[in-house]
């Protein structure tokens, strides 16, 4: 409970400053470019994390040493608290805090998830996987009640109050996890080297497909968040389009994620990894065909944001239910990175698509790409197991022959 509490508060906090610190840094160093710059530097740390972090995040493994992370994140927040208090925010601080930020989140954010997937293995069967849903729920709640209560602050305050709440937030969360024990964490390959993410991820294919399929589809939301805002101003709806599917991706995301916790075990882990990306992509490929239609579009977006969670939630029991230890920490890692890291590689490269493709075949194109993938995946896996299975026919009267027998 105290890590679920944490992570809520961290990414309320989070959340709320998002609002305020564009307005700020616009406010203060008279940039339109320096207002990305703390997600862009931040994105550097990510990208660039499976070099330097694989053994601090394997370190990451009590309360005590996630709060420390979560300090130096806290650190990376207040440097730029304080400059725009004291109205004399760089670009500087900016660029520092990005890297601080994101350095700490690489680090402590997959360390997060595989703690909490450890502690509910000692709890019971299919807590863990239960605990990550809960956490997912969350995140979507605080991407939902986040910026409304900024904006509301920013009307009545003004933005520089705002500045401060990621720092507190997660000076917060560090107090409420420094007192999860040691004790609550499996280590079952304590001391060992870590693997590297290609040995894992080559260990457990099945843990590779999910997370590639989660890679190709964070790549394509910009389709989504950047082509709907450009195909509203190509069709004369500015601004309308975008928060229609917005609105409608967050309202289904959100049920959704609400639904998983009492679901997810129950739940054919890949089918639902799969039916997830491609209903996903089905809405995509479909939201052109509805621009004439404010409410179609917002309802066909809820059907896409309500599964969404389901695939994730599948993703998340793959891993907890196919690594321990410090194998479970790296495929957390590869999962996180793959996540953010697609994100923003989508958001900086997806200007230029929809430049070359057009807005409405962007879509389209996302659409029937992360429809093919999981298929193609899923298909190749499959091959794989049977050329296997055919190359090594089990010896009759080999123990395993009739225990499968009898399973059969």
């Known amino acids: 409970m105290r890590i679920l509490m944490a992570t809520f508060v961290s990414w309320m906090g989070l959340r709320i400053t998002e609002v305020a610190l564009p ?13 990305g710059l703390v997600a862009g530097c931040s ?47 760089t670009v500087a601080h900016l660029c520092l805090s990005g890297l601080v930020v994101g350095a700490a989140t690489s680090v402590g954010g997959p360390a997060t998830r595989a703690m909490l997937a450890d502690l509910g293995d000692r709890i019971g069967p299919g807590v863990a996987v239960r605990a990550l849903a809960w956490q ?11 910026p409304p209560v900024a904006a509301w602050v920013v009307t009545r305050h003004g933005a520089m109050p705002l500045m401060w709440a990621d720092t507190i937030a997660v000076l917060l969360a560090a107090v409420l996890v420094a007192r999860v024990g040691q004790y609550g964490v499996r280590r079952a390959s304590a001391g060992a080297v870590p693997r590297r993410a290609r040995e894992v991820l080559r260990a457990h294919p099945v843990v590779a497909d999910g997370i590639a399929m989660a890679a190709v589809g964070w790549y394509w939301w ?31 995301s959100l049920a959704g994620s609400a639904t998983v916790p009492l679901m997810v075990t129950r739940l054919p882990r890949v089918p639902t990894m799969v ?8 809405m995509f490929a479909a939201l052109p065909w509805l621009d004439g239609s404010l ?24 891993i907890t239910e ?8 790296t495929a957390f890692a590869a999962q996180h990175v793959a996540g953010s890291g697609g994100s923003s590689v989508g958001m900086l490269t997806g200007g230029a698509v929809i430049a070359v493709l057009g807005a409405e075949n962007t879509l389209h194109v996302a659409g029937s790409v992360l429809v093919a993938v ?10 794989r197991r049977r050329r296997r299975d055919a190359r090594e026919p089990v010896p009759f009267g080999d123990p395993s022959s009739t225990a499968a027998c009898r399973a059969g």
Do not use: K
């Not at 309308?240 to 309202?251: P, R």
């Not at 039916?275 to 089905?282: A, I, K, P």
């Not at 409410?295 to 793959?318: I, K, R």
């Open 275 to 282: 039916t997830g990306w491609v209903v996903l992509g089905l």
């Open 43 to 89: 994105g550097i740390s990510l990208l660039t994390s499976p070099w330097w972090a694989a053994r601090l995040r394997h370190r990451v493994t009590a309360g005590p040493a996630l709060a420390a992370v979560l300090g130096l994140q806290a650190l990376g927040y207040v440097t730029v608290a304080v400059a725009a208090t004291l109205d004399s925010l």
């Open 23 to 35: 307005l700020i840094a616009l406010q203060q160093t008279g940039s339109v470019w320096a207002t």
């Open 136 to 146: 997912d729920l969350a995140h979507r709640i605080s991407m939902v009640a986040g």
């Open 322 to 329: 196919h690594t321990s230890g410090e194998e479970r920490r």
């Open 374 to 383: 999981p298929v193609v995946l899923v298909a190749r896996t499959l091959l």
């Open 222 to 252: 910009f389709a989504f968040a950047l082509g709907l805002a450009i195909l509203g101003a190509e069709t004369g709806r500015p601004g309308q389009l975008v928060a229609a599917g917005m609105a409608g991706y967050g309202v289904g």
């Open 295 to 318: 409410p179609a579009l917002a309802v066909v977006s809820a059907v896409g944001g309500f599964v969404t969670p389901f695939g994730l939630a599948a993703l998340n029991a793959v």
